[in-house]
T-cell receptor, first 113, second 111 residues
Framework: DTEVTQTPKHLVMGMTNKKSLKCEQH?????MYWYKQKAKKPPELMFV???????INESVPSRFSPECPNSSLLNLHLHALQPEDSALYLC????????????FGQGTRLTVV | KQEVTQIPAALSVPEGENLVLNCSFT??????LQWFRQDPGKGLTSLLL?????REQTSGRLNASLDKSSGRSTLYIAASQPGDSATYLC??????????FGTGTSLTVIP
């Protein structure tokens, strides 16, 4: 099983809403990532969790709050987002520190209205 | 921080042609380089992974090479098909858990 599953696939939320994106993998990977991708741009790294601890935060605004409750799950909590936060949010996983293959989910298409 | 560039930004070829996509990066101390394919509005599909000790990898009609000293990788696609139309992204991992993406090449294969 080389699948990374993201839910929901699509999400529309208002600027005052609170919502969460979910990501799950069962490959035993202990590094998990959130990326943000705007239209016609490459993915940009937001957060990295290594062994369930936040290891990288690429200066992401606090309205995005990541959480890694266990080695298989990664959440991204959203609150008071702006329309410019509308994007495709991608989750990925890999074995940390090994240089082995990373796998990506199909993404959540987020629209902030 | 790695800067990863891909040339060309867009490419349109007739079906059956062989083609080469280029990826360059600024810091040669890398763990690996991975090539991905992305269809419009979709996630990333891994195509090939080249670890830092390797020079090339092959999968079917795809061949990827890596020259760390010059900071370059190429993805060769043989006998292109309309189904190959997509955006191709290279990603460099220079810490073991931090991927930097290139700017992408949008490929259109014309039937």
């Amino acid at each position: 099983d080389t699948e990374v599953t993201q839910t929901p696939k699509h999400l529309v939320m208002g600027m005052t809403n609170k919502k969460s994106l979910k990501c799950e993998q069962h490959m035993g990977h202990r590094a998990m990532y959130w990326y943000k991708q705007k239209a016609k741009k490459p993915p940009e790294l937001m957060f990295v969790y290594s062994y369930e601890k936040l290891s990288i935060n690429e200066s992401v605004p606090s309205r995005f709050s990541p959480e890694c409750p266990n080695s298989s799950l990664l959440n991204l909590h959203l609150h008071a987002l702006q329309p410019e936060d509308s994007a495709l949010y991608l989750c990925a996983s890999s074995p940390p520190g090994t240089g082995l293959e990373a796998f990506f989910g199909q993404g959540t298409r987020l629209t902030v209205v | 921080k790695q800067e990863v560039t891909q040339i060309p930004a867009a490419l349109s070829v007739p079906e059956g042609e062989n083609l080469v996509l280029n990826c360059s990066f600024t810091d040669s101390a890398i763990y690996n380089l991975q090539w991905f394919r992305q269809d419009p509005g979709k996630g990333l599909t891994s195509l090939l992974l080249i670890q830092s000790s390797q020079r090339e990898q092959t999968s079917g009609r795809l061949n990827a090479s890596l020259d760390k000293s010059s900071g370059r990788s190429t993805l060769y696609i043989a006998a292109s098909q309309p189904g190959d139309s997509a955006t191709y992204l290279c990603a460099v991992d220079d810490t073991g858990n931090q991927f930097y993406f290139g700017t992408g090449t949008s490929l259109t294969v014309i039937p």
